[in-house]
């Protein structure tokens, strides 16, 4: 429908999570309506972003001071790890007020299909951190995929020697949730780690 | 929960519509944690679009050439006119493949209560235009809201005597659509505007 710059526009917009071709369009448009000083500033603020935030060098989330604002937190449990896959994932939990240690984010979960091994999630940076701080409590964060299942169990496999308490998320029929949608390998799992109902 | 840089992105991603407070959280995340060749590609995709489109001198449509697209096309009936709010309401009725006539895009609807009157919408220039090219029919492709309904009187009010044949777009219940959800207004129409079955 588009061609030329506009076209380009939306493929790129394209190429964002969530959007749509349709949101695509309307995005493109939307940007070449509105006044001109904000769509620039919204143009200026990805560049901006882009190239200030990296990798932390401790914990590897995407920060724009090194190390990060979670590793310098003096107030935070420094005993206590939670192993997550994306920075994203850092501030969905954040926003739960549940976890008060630091962080450690594996930036991709182990597929040997795909060649993704141990170097790819960081393993050896996380082994040294959590000898040299001497951590006693770790939780892991990860998806219940087939990715997630793998790099959970071989991170508790290489890591129970050195952590006390090595723990993952509950997985089960998530609230709000529907028996009727819920697949057979999650009731499996719902009826296997069902709990008494306390009174 | 975001700060700095980051934040001002997040800030404006949200100007866009659409985008909520999540989706702008995690747009920006993916946008710092995206191969940085692509991200930077997007900004400057948005840069060169919003400097390159103008409205086209014509008939208002936002175009990278001008005259658009459309009003050069020689194969298309040069005696329809289609007048519609916005750039976006051009591709819609595009997609529809129902309309072979010229545009005209008006930017704005008539609303009396926020100032806005006939010089916002172009009248003058459309008047001309009608007169120009001896306009035969015009479809007016506009919301059915107070301003669309405050517009689709005014223009027909004004051009009937210059136009034989001005329309405006069917009314009722959309396909898909729900009586038990249709509003009042909308069900008072739909029965005044009920039509033989065919056989």
Redesign the interface.
């Known amino acids: 429908?588009?061609?030329?710059?506009?076209a380009?526009?939306e493929k790129?917009?394209k190429?964002?999570?969530?959007i749509g071709p349709k949101?695509a369009?309307?995005?493109?448009?939307?940007?070449?309506?509105m006044e001109?000083d904000?769509?620039?500033?919204?143009?200026?603020?990805?560049?901006?972003?882009?190239n200030?935030?990296h990798n932390c060098s401790e914990c590897n989330i995407?920060t724009?001071e090194n190390p990060c604002?979670f590793c310098t937190a003096p107030e935070r449990d420094n005993k206590a790890l939670c192993i997550v896959e994306?920075?994203?994932d850092v501030?969905l939990i954040?926003?739960t007020h549940e976890f008060q240690g630091k962080y450690f984010v594996l930036t991709k979960l182990l597929s040997p299909l795909d060649g993704i091994g141990p170097n790819d999630i960081h393993f050896s940076k996380l082994i040294q951190k959590v000898k040299n701080e001497n951590i006693q409590e770790i939780v892991l964060a990860l998806n219940p995929s087939a990715e997630g299942e793998t790099t959970i169990v071989f991170l508790a496999t290489n890591l129970k020697d050195l952590v006390p308490s090595i723990t993952r998320l509950s997985t089960g029929i998530p609230f709000g949730g529907d028996i009727e949608y819920s697949s057979t390998p999650t009731l499996i799992n719902a009826l296997k780690r069902r709990y008494t109902v306390k009174e």
């Open positions: 429908m588009f061609s030329g710059i506009l380009e526009l790129n917009l190429s964002l999570p969530g949101t369009q309307r995005l493109a448009i939307f940007l070449i309506s001109k904000k769509s620039l500033q919204i143009a200026d603020s990805i560049t901006e972003a882009v200030s935030y995407l724009a604002k994306t920075t994203q501030y954040e926003n």
